[in-house]
């Protein structure tokens, strides 16, 4: 309607988090999900993401979840071998969720389109460039991070957009996702993932410096161990073809003897 709000199915997610923009795999059991999903294509509609919170019961009937969700469109559902299915979907918008309007055969939410602050300014612009130097710096020492993303990141002009999509590439805890996903004010966003950037930064820097340590360590012992085998090869080659180290060998050994007796 006009203030922005709409009905739709809803999925609900426990282990992801679906970012704006951003396209992921998702693999879909047949329950709630299944259905919501195959009422949405019937009717050429998008869902909702609902995020669920800190619950340890899967089977739970009654369940908490973040106040903003992701509205999704889903591409072509495939079935796998096991039962279950699988899906690419794609990330629109944030949303609030106002109201779970039906729970059976699946669940159905009010929402309200999340309207982000527009802007540009010189603090803006000094946070994105810290998030973008140091999502670099993360790039060049997470090897499941490409170099494609790093430059699709370089060429990013928007903040909310920026955020959204350094969020959705580097590993961080299912907690700092929600922090990420509920934050409807780019700002703070950019703030919020640039301290999450720094502390994933200090992890892969003592990760690297711990890796150099033990790669320097197992260059040592297998130059020590190659020299010792060389040496025992040459001592080897020596007492079997040399008859001058032999005869000194022996005189040694008459030397010694002598001694003892004496």
């Given at each position: 309607?006009e203030n922005?709000?709409?009905?739709?199915a809803?999925?609900?997610?426990?282990?992801?988090?679906?970012?704006?923009?951003?396209?992921?795999p998702?693999?879909?059991?047949?329950?709630?999900?299944y259905?919501?999903?195959?009422?949405?294509?019937?009717?050429?509609e998008?869902l909702v993401?609902?995020?669920?919170?800190?619950?340890?019961?899967e089977?739970?009937?009654?369940?908490?979840?973040?106040?903003?969700?992701?509205e999704?469109?889903?591409?072509?559902?495939?079935?796998?071998?096991?039962?279950?299915y699988?899906?690419?979907?794609?990330?629109?918008r944030?949303?609030e969720?106002?109201a779970?309007?039906?729970d059976?055969?699946?669940i159905?939410?009010?929402?309200?389109?999340?309207?982000?602050?527009?802007?540009n300014d010189?603090?803006?612009?000094?946070?994105?460039?810290?998030?973008?130097?140091?999502?670099?710096?993360?790039?060049?020492?997470?090897?499941?991070l490409?170099?494609?993303?790093?430059?699709?990141?370089?060429?990013?002009?928007?903040?909310?957009w920026?955020t959204?999509?350094i969020s959705?590439?580097?590993?961080?805890?299912?907690?700092?996702?929600h922090?990420?996903?509920?934050e409807?004010?780019?700002?703070?966003?950019?703030?919020?993932?640039?301290?999450?950037?720094?502390?994933?930064?200090?992890v892969?820097?003592?990760?690297?410096?711990?890796q150099?340590k033990?790669?320097?360590?197992?260059?040592?012992?297998?130059?020590?161990?190659?020299?010792?085998?060389?040496?025992?090869a040459?001592?080897a080659?020596?007492?079997?073809?040399?008859?001058?180290?032999?005869?000194?060998?022996d005189l040694?050994?008459?030397?010694k003897?002598?001694?003892?007796?004496?």
């Amino acid at each position: 309607d006009e203030n922005g709000e709409f009905e739709c199915a809803a999925m609900i997610v426990r282990d992801l988090v679906v970012f704006p923009r951003m396209m992921t795999p998702i693999l879909i059991d047949a329950g709630l999900n299944y259905s919501a999903i195959q009422s949405a294509l019937k009717k050429y509609e998008t869902l909702v993401a609902i995020y669920i919170v800190d619950q340890e019961n899967e089977g739970e009937e009654n369940f908490d979840f973040l106040p903003i969700g992701t509205e999704i469109s889903v591409g072509k559902i495939m079935a796998l071998p096991e039962g279950d299915y699988s899906a690419l979907i794609q990330g629109r918008r944030r949303v609030e969720i106002l109201a779970v309007v039906q729970d059976e055969p699946f669940i159905r939410v009010r929402v309200r389109v999340v309207q982000e602050k527009e802007s540009n300014d010189r603090q803006i612009k000094a946070l994105m460039r810290t998030s973008k130097d140091l999502f670099v710096k993360c790039v060049h020492l997470d090897k499941s991070l490409s170099d494609e993303s790093q430059l699709f990141a370089m060429n990013i002009q928007d903040p909310s957009w920026l955020t959204d999509m350094i969020s959705s590439a580097i590993t961080i805890s299912p907690t700092d996702r929600h922090k990420l996903i509920v934050e409807i004010d780019p700002r703070k966003r950019l703030k919020l993932l640039n301290s999450i950037l720094a502390q994933e930064l200090d992890v892969l820097e003592l990760e690297e410096e711990i890796q150099a340590k033990i790669q320097n360590e197992v260059d040592k012992t297998q130059r020590d161990y190659y020299l010792r085998e060389q040496l025992k090869a040459i001592q080897a080659e020596l007492g079997e073809n040399d008859l001058f180290i032999n005869e000194i060998s022996d005189l040694r050994e008459q030397v010694k003897n002598k001694r003892l007796h004496e």
